[in-house]
């Protein structure tokens, strides 16, 4: 409060008695009282507070936001629901994500609403012809692994309704691919599993060896895989990942791992984690120092399993219709419960510390793909015998599906890229 009104303010004797006269400040009180609130009000019009702050990003199309996947929730789509950009048919399916070839049902029709954009509205889908025109002449590759693959079909079956003449494309060692003439856009994936080189050594002799170990594999932490270390100024557009080949059932103890760096074996010696911690930070290095600046890097954080009951080979499972709730996610996910699903959360933790210092974006989909355990290829493979033998796939999803929703909003981050004029 202002000084000069605290001294206004009357001094009344310490005793007041009925029948003495009322001390003449006593009735100035309630005047200044009255002209209190009065004197507030013109200071605030004239000394106005600092205005509110914007909602972030207020510009951008919803779903080019890095918060638009992480901050949000599922919601039905509205009835009824366009029709499906691709299906079963699609060229480029992979046999065992082509659900609907393989007798499951449509995955539910649900549709991701960020909370940023507000009054419920959701990602728009890609429209595949306006999108191949915004990046006419570009080259969006993908580099990782399988889940890698998973996003890039999806993406390749969504923007063939854009161009129906598109081609099989497999130039510059790319696994699979397609190139789309009547834009000019090629969209390639390049399977590389640890990013990081890796090569088989078998033992030296053919007698078994008295710690079961047949051979290793070793990695050269700071030399990245064949099948991408020629691509890095070719692309326009790179989404990176790894993560779900850096475990124990991948690599058990008869076929370890065994990290090299400078071409010399790191001593001493490093766990699969650790190894995957120093990979990471080696890979995103690299990144920065052989992709040109303009191109757009991108890091696609992993993307979380659904095994119930198990691991995938002690009768794991995700046979579901319905999608996990809120309050679910820590006890499927947290590592701190050291359940089965946990490896998401860890690898991701090591992901935002590797690339601190790096010029890559990380493509957050952990969050809003932790709710769909309805959404995974579970027992409907390419063989039908297949789950029993191999056991239900609980971590690659079903097409079409959820990483449908995943190429939307990265479609919306490549579009606001190059309408700054970055690319």
Known sequence: MDNSLVKALPSFPSAWLPGDRWPETA????????????????????????????????????????????????????????????????PFHHKSWNCLRNGRAPVAAFSWAPSRCGSGAVVPRVDPAAFLAATRGRRIGFVGDSLSENMAIALLCALRAGDAGVREWKRRGACRGGHFPREDVVVGYHRAVLLAKHTWQPVE??????????????????????????????????????????????????????????????????????????ALKSMGSYI??????????????????????????????CVSNRLLQEHELDSWFDPRFGGVN???????????????????????????????????????????????????DCMHWCLPGVPDTWVDILAARILHYFKQGKG
Request: hydrophobic share 40%.
């Open 27 to 90: 009735i100035r009180l309630p005047l200044l009282l009255l002209l209190l609130p009065v004197t507030l009000i013109i200071l605030l019009l004239f000394f106005p507070s600092s205005p509110p702050l914007p909602p972030p990003h207020p510009n951008i199309l919803c779903g080019a936001a890095p918060a638009d996947a992480t901050a949000g929730r599922w919601v039905p789509t509205p009835s009824p629901p366009p029709p499906a950009l691709y299906n079963q048919s699609c």
């Open 342 to 392: 946990k490896d998401a959360r860890l690898v991701n933790s090591l992901l935002r510390e590797a690339l601190v210092d790096t010029d890559i974006l990380l493509l957050n989909l952990t969050y809003m793909s932790e709710f769909r355990a309805d959404a995974h290829p579970a027992v409907w493979l390419e063989k039908k015998d297949e789950a029993a033998v191999w056991g239900q």
């Open 288 to 317: 920065k120092r052989e992709v040109p600046r303009k191109t757009l890097k991108l890091w696609r954080t992993q993307s979380p399993r659904h095994f119930d009951g198990g691991e995938w080979d002690h009768n794991g499972g």
């Open 205 to 278: 002799n053919s007698e078994p060896r008295k710690d079961g170990i047949k051979g290793t594999y070793r990695v050269d932490v700071d030399i990245p895989a064949d099948d991408w270390v020629n691509i890095t100024k070719f692309y326009d557009v790179l989404i990176f990942n790894t993560g779900h080949w850096w475990g124990s059932y991948k690599f058990p103890k008869e076929t370890p791992l065994v990290f090299y760096r400078g071409g010399k074996p790191i001593e001493p010696p490093l766990s699969i984690f650790d190894g995957l911690k120093v």
